[in-house]
């Protein structure tokens, strides 16, 4: 008697799963752009599933950031403006600033070591290719991920995780267009300053690290406008 209840509701569950690992996907490779509307029963005619699991999907895509419901609109992709482009470096860099002050005076000599040797690679990863899309964004991603993860705090893994979602969909779009080329030795320069054990050095840092090549906000925020006009320029509309 008790199995059958427990069954349908892991049946559901990985139904559930599956339309959002689904719709998660056409989102990341932009295949549902930026700003897209997302109407539920075409989706869950496309998908061959009911309306119910694409309700449920669309709710916790949105609790990630990469779902929102506008007045009038219902659901739609997260927009790409010069308003969430600056909103995703703002929290990046409260979020990692938050991050590196803690890990100072954390890690090991062996943490510390590995750390040298990820961003190293990354580094050189990211200094071969001009573009930050494709492989070299899920690196970079990976790497400030594990920064987070080192802090032992749950809560900035998960923002990490948001911040870095929200970051690729709009990434996918203007990549290549705001950070090219990275200096030589960026992701070193960053461990180096958490390795140094000064909370304030390495909080500014950090945030110097988010805000590159400016650390002068009106200028990140005319950077990103120049972005989405040359991406307007060749045809995207929002
Ligand atoms: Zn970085």
Redesign the pocket.
């Given at each position: 008697m008790a199995a059958a209840p427990a069954n349908k509701t892991s049946a559901r569950e990985l139904q559930y799963g599956r339309v959002e690992r689904v719709l998660r996907e056409r989102i990341m490779r932009g295949e549902l752009h930026p700003g897209q509307r997302l109407v539920r029963r075409t989706l869950a005619r496309e998908l061959g599933v009911s309306p119910i699991p694409v309700i449920e999907a669309l709710r916790r895509l949105e609790q990630d950031g990469l779902v929102e419901h506008a007045p009038n609109i219902g659901a739609r992709v997260r927009p790409l403006t010069v308003e969430t482009l600056v909103d995703d470096f703002v929290l990046r860099e409260a979020i990692e600033s938050q991050v590196a002050r803690l890990l100072v005076g954390r890690l090991g000599p062996k943490q510390v070591d590995d750390l040298y040797r990820e961003a190293d690679d990354l580094d050189a990863a990211m200094r071969r290719k001009t573009r930050t899309g494709g492989d070299g964004m899920t690196m970079?991603a990976r790497?400030?991920q594990e920064l987070a993860r080192l802090t032992g705090r749950e809560v900035l893994v998960r923002e990490e995780e948001r911040i870095w979602s929200m970051r690729f969909i709009h990434f996918a779009w203007i990549s290549g267009t705001l950070v090219s080329p990275v200096p030589k030795g960026?992701?070193r320069r960053?461990v180096a300053a958490i390795a140094a054990g000064d909370e304030r050095e390495a909080d500014e840092a950090a945030r110097v690290?988010v805000r590159y090549p400016s650390t002068d906000p009106d200028q990140m925020t005319a950077a990103v406008r120049d972005a989405l006009d040359e991406l307007q320029k060749n045809g995207w509309r929002a």
């Open positions: 970079h790497f400030h960026w992701h960053l690290h």
